[in-house]
């Protein structure tokens, strides 16, 4: 007899096209997959998604609409429980009504019963005083809990979450692996330079700073300039802002210049990040994607997460987006294009350990439905 899958839903900021988000939200996937096949469990996910005909296509899984009460209601009354993760879901410097709505899922499946789970979630920052109590509230009826680095566990027990373990685990898309190797080598034989960058300063200056850099770069060595778009369309706007600086330069020194423009689905974007000999990278699961590609990357902060990651590496953003060198740039490319193995292999250690315990959560969570079952 098979058993009935266990429906579990999984709250986050999906169908929006954000690479990153994606990324998690695949990873998520195939960790839960993979330890509920182990586990002999079956499951059935569903996805609340601002788009979920567009995410039902892409992953394969039954998706509701997370603005739209009743389906999000009788989706959870269905399940065995919900996953709110991970990301940077619980901040309110990007919006003010983040942390209301992803509290208020969780919510309500603790009114309705059913068990809760953050999964390897990046607190912070909480610039209002009046999320503490609602996060802490919230959070004590959670299962289990996770978050992807110490800053985050520190700020939960310093608002007076102190029942139980939160458990400290890598981002969950140190895990994501190649369902397939397909993809050919770029064509040339230059050396690729991977680059995701966003806006961030007013006056554009960590753009101009970059520019300025690949230019460096480029003069010493012919290089591929290949530009990676993590959220549409403003970072494929601000990749352009950057092309439109180099003109015609880097081509004039036998270079080429190029940008990843409908990689959304992340395994695309995952295997655009391992065809590159080093990664420039702002956002955070560039940075990410290289460090589970053995890529030699270079992190660039603008938000501590960027450190946080970048220390669990062992590795330090080169600058911060209102001081950044063009010669340290350029100088940084340069040297990893020539010490790129052995940057991996100081790292290969730490990297497996992160990518092995990647998936921790969604072991303990597959544990808790089985013996629940």
């Known amino acids: 007899m098979v058993a009935t899958p266990q429906k579990i839903v999984i709250s986050g900021y999906y169908g929006f096209r954000n690479s990153g988000d994606e990324a998690v939200l695949q990873s998520i996937l195939f960790a839960l997959q993979r330890q509920a096949d182990a586990a002999g469990l079956p499951i059935e996910p569903i996805v609340l998604s601002i788009d979920p005909e567009w995410t039902t296509a892409t992953y394969g899984v039954r998706s509701v609409h997370r603005m739209k009460l009743a389906e999000v209601r009788q989706a959870i009354s269905e399940s065995s429980g919900l996953i709110s993760g991970g990301g940077s879901l619980l ?159 880097i081509e004039k020194n036998g270079g080429r210049v190029s940008i990843v423009e409908d990689a959304v689905h992340p395994q695309d974007m995952l295997r655009e990040v391992e065809k590159c000999d080093v990664l420039l990278g702002m956002r955070l699961h560039s940075l990410i994607y290289a460090a589970g590609r053995r890529v030699p990357l270079i992190g660039i902060s603008y938000d501590p997460k960027i450190d946080h990651f970048l220390n669990r590496v062992d590795c330090r953003p080169l600058g911060s987006t209102d001081s950044l060198e063009s010669k340290k740039l350029a100088s940084e490319i340069l040297q990893l294009l020539r010490d790129g193995a052995v940057w991996s292999e100081e790292r290969e250690p730490l990297i497996s350990k992160l990518v092995q315990e990647a998936e921790t959560p969604a072991r303990e969570i597959v544990q808790y439905l089985s013996h629940k079952g």
């Open 91 to 249: 901040q309110d410097v990007t919006s003010n009504k983040s942390i209301p709505y992803y509290l208020g899922v969780i919510k309500l499946a603790q009114w309705m019963g059913k068990p809760t789970f953050i999964y390897a979630q990046g607190i912070g920052p909480l610039n209002r005083k009046l999320f503490h109590p609602l996060i802490k509230s919230v959070f004590r009826k959670c299962k289990y809990v996770s978050v992807r680095d110490e800053q985050s566990k520190n700020l939960l027990q310093k608002i007076g979450l102190v029942k139980g373990n939160i458990d400290v685990v890598p981002d969950p898309v140190m895990g994501l692996s190649l369902v397939e190797d397909g993809a050919g080598e770029d064509s040339s034989s230059l050396p690729v330079v991977g680059i995701s960058v966003r806006y961030w300063e007013a006056d554009k200056r960590e753009l101009n700073a970059i520019a300025e850099g690949l230019k460096e770069a480029s003069h010493t060595q012919p290089l591929h300039l290949r530009f990676l778009p993590f959220h549409l369309p403003s970072d494929n706007e601000a990749s352009r802002y950057i092309m439109g600086l180099l003109g015609q330069d």
